[in-house]
């Protein structure tokens, strides 16, 4: 462990050497591959005053950044890098860019996936050239870093049993705790690839094409190209930033494309499209899931709610949850509208209690119209607040 404070670099000295320490610091071990860019920045420049940097040359404050994940506890092993079950394309895809960045960082660390992924999802991995990860079937005993998610209830299996080092998220604070210290970044904005990019820039490393392709997606996806309402400037920023490095010059036909595909679900049977997207919560003792069908007209979401009626006790007895919801949501520019559909009797009165306030209950959905009733901003913190004022019995 003691070569993990090698580098603890008073800043003083990082001020009156940059040139020097540039040289020598590489990120983690001294033995890490040292990227192209910062070998060319090796050679002291006695020359040059000390704030004139390169472009290529980190600045003292992304050494300094860097220097203050250097000390993450992986005790040498693999770092998995890995993202929620019924993983999509921002868990994916930022899973491999981080994993990049933590190999750049001198840590060896590998994406994994929880479980097959989704149309959208392969179309982009294709496109971009990209292998997709391989699937970690238990997490019991492996070194651990989260991505899109901290809640056990949506991470890979075992991953109580698991070491983790670090979460990187964009959700609310789940489940998942430490009692050892880790890397955790959240932000309240659109994707966790957006904060992947902004910590490449804040540790001062190129992104290559591939990786700007990857985390373009996953915005693009996430955000539903910066239009859904937890994006910001700094997603809509991360967008233009990542096309040019990936040299897609058309975003909008690149976004139709993607969300093409996530309209697709061709080939896939009724139950696996309602686990296609699908989260479970804990919250006051009760356990709750949602999946997300994505829809384009009310047409289609009255036929996929009919649908999803049909196989609801079988996906109630598949999975160990109280409450269970399929969510049809329409998402089309401004126009949002969301049929939840109670996979319970239970559920069902459930919806009447938490949320008395929806537009129509047609037999089979509850509708929500104006701005529906987004999984991630109003149902999830709504039925967390409600379980909190009614204690379970
Ligand atoms: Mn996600
Ligand atoms: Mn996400």
Redesign the pocket.
């Known amino acids: 462990m003691e070569h993990r404070n090698s580098y603890t670099i008073p800043a003083c000295i990082i001020a009156a050497c940059l040139a020097a320490v540039c040289g020598f610091y590489a990120g983690k071990h001294a033995k890490s591959s040292i990227p192209e860019t910062e070998t060319a920045a090796a050679e002291p420049v006695q020359e040059t005053e000390v704030q004139e940097t390169s472009a290529d040359e980190p600045t003292e404050l992304q050494l300094l950044n860097r220097e203050a994940v250097s000390h993450m506890s992986d005790e040498g092993n693999t770092i998995y890098v890995i993202g929620h079950k019924s993983p999509?394309s921002?868990?994916v895809c930022?899973a491999i860019a981080y994993a990049r960045l933590l190999n750049l960082l001198g840590y060896t660390a590998e994406p994994r996936i929880t479980m097959p992924v989704n149309n959208e999802t392969k179309y982009i991995l294709e496109q971009a050239g990209c292998e997709t990860p391989e699937i970690l079937e238990s997490a019991a005993g492996e070194t651990i870093f989260l991505v899109?998610h901290s809640e056990y209830a949506q991470a890979a299996d075992d991953m109580i049993d698991a070491h983790i080092v670090g979460i990187m998220d964009?959700?609310g604070v789940g489940t998942v705790n430490t009692g050892h210290q880790i890397v955790y970044e959240a932000r309240p904005i659109g994707?966790?690839?957006t904060i992947v990019w902004l910590d490449y820039m804040n540790y001062g490393f190129e992104i290559d094409r591939q990786t700007a392709y990857l985390l373009l997606g996953?915005v693009l996806s996430?955000t539903s190209n910066g239009t859904i309402s937890t994006a910001t400037d700094a997603d809509r920023k991360a967008v233009s930033a990542l096309a040019e490095l990936a040299g897609v010059d058309d975003t909008e036909a690149l976004y139709k494309e993607i969300h093409e595909r996530a309209m697709s679900y061709d080939g896939m049977s009724d139950m696996e499209i309602m686990f296609s997207d699908y989260k479970e919560y804990e919250a006051s003792g009760v356990k709750y899931g949602i999946g997300l069908i994505n829809s384009t007209k009310e047409e289609t979401s009255k036929e996929l709610a009919e649908r999803m009626k049909n196989i609801a006790e079988e996906a109630m007895t598949s999975k160990d949850v109280d409450y269970m919801f399929a969510c049809a949501g329409i998402r089309e520019g401004d126009i949002k509208v969301d049929y939840i559909i109670p996979m319970s009797e239970a559920s069902r009165q459930l919806m009447e209690e938490a949320f008395p306030n929806y537009d129509e209950y047609d037999g089979t959905s509850f509708i929500f119209r104006n701005g529906g009733l987004g999984r991630k901003t109003k149902f999830v913190p709504g039925l967390n607040d409600f379980f909190a004022a009614h204690p379970h019995e």
């Open positions: 999509d921002d868990t930022s899109d964009h959700h994707a966790t690839a996953a996430d």
